[in-house]
Nanobody
Framework: VQLQASGGGLVQAGDSLRLSCAASERTFSSYVMEWFRQAPGKERECVAAINRSGGSTVFLDSVKGRFTISRDHAKNTVYLQMNNLKPEDTAVYYC??????????????WGKGTQVTVSS
């Protein structure tokens, strides 16, 4: 499956951004969808994940209460709504799809990243 992420940009602290990730396959609903990020000099980390039905989500502790993840099966798209952004959220954000089903576990497919930069 091909994943195309979009929506990154340069914002100020406290602003919001919504990332989108469009999947190429109609079997989108069979994948757990995840958002990872990687800041310079740091390891890639899972920011949020959503199960196949959209009824279960998990978040990195540092983004809980600020980020939400959702999916639209009609559009084969997963979203990451990021509110009250902080400079430490600056990173390249990657969309991922997983066949196994463990939220923020394994990854079957990676999309290209989109840069999010938050200025203080």
């Amino acid at each position: 499956v091909q994943l195309q992420a979009s929506g990154g940009g340069l914002v100020q602290a406290g602003d919001s951004l919504r990332l989108s990730c469009a999947a190429s396959e109609r079997t989108f609903s069979s994948y757990v969808m995840e958002w990872f990020r990687q800041a310079p000099g740091k390891e890639r980390e899972c920011v949020a994940a959503i199960n196949r039905s959209g009824g279960s989500t998990v978040f990195l502790d540092s983004v809980k209460g600020r980020f939400t993840i959702s999916r639209d099966h009609a559009k084969n798209t997963v979203y990451l709504q990021m509110n009250n952004l902080k400079p430490e959220d600056t990173a390249v954000y990657y969309c991922a799809a997983d066949r196994i089903g463990v939220l923020c576990g394994t990854v079957s497919y990676w999309g290209k990243g989109t840069q999010v930069t938050v200025s203080s």
